[in-house]
């Protein structure tokens, strides 16, 4: 086996953690770690997919914005309680498929809401906002962390009358 085959020394990984190793592989320098990092983060590709997993992206940073919205439109959209979006620049995508199987819904009455879903199994996905210049991540999309973190509770005063208690409510880790 040649030299360069082999499996870097043992002591080489230390007791660092993985992301650690990740950093390091791609020139981490502890002494500007901040700057590097924020290098590292703006050149990541996340992977994001719907439930049935046609719809397949990965979304580049960096990441502008982080909302989770309680609008009454994102109750109806979602389903749920609000909608958790991430917001970053129009390109910083890439599909790897099913694109064609994308739908898209702009509400009429509205100057910017838009909803963009898999047409196979409902799930939402990442769309260019109305405006044309960001696009618009939902969060669950995201398979890997993005890194960011919710910046804001938006449209709060919006939000379903049993959302409060809900967040007090007992948890089970699986179904009761
Ligand atoms: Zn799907
Ligand atoms: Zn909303």
Redesign the pocket.
């Known amino acids: 086996m040649s030299k360069a085959l082999l499996p870097p020394p043992f002591s080489s990984y230390g007791l660092v953690s993985d992301r650690e190793q990740t950093w390091r592989a791609t020139g981490y320098d502890s002494s500007n770690r901040s700057r590097w990092k924020r290098t590292l983060i703006m050149n990541r590709e996340i992977h994001g997919s719907c439930l049935c997993r046609k719809v397949k992206s990965t979304i580049r940073g960096p990441f502008q914005k982080f909302y989770q ?3 009454e ?2 109750q109806k959209r979602t389903g749920s309680a609000f ?1 958790a979006l991430v917001v970053t620049s129009r390109d910083n995508i890439s599909w790897q498929s099913g694109k064609d199987l994308v739908k898209r819904f702009d509400l009429p009455e509205a100057a910017l809401y838009s909803s963009c879903f898999c047409s196979e199994c409902g799930s939402q996905v990442p769309y260019v906002g109305r405006g044309g210049k960001v696009l618009i991540v939902p969060a669950g999309y995201l398979s890997d962390d993005p890194e960011i973190r919710p910046g804001g509770n938006i ?1 709060w005063e919006e939000r379903a009358c049993w959302f409060d208690e809900g967040q007090s409510a007992r948890t089970y880790s699986g179904y009761p």
């Open positions: 919205c309680f609008c439109r994102c909608a449209f």
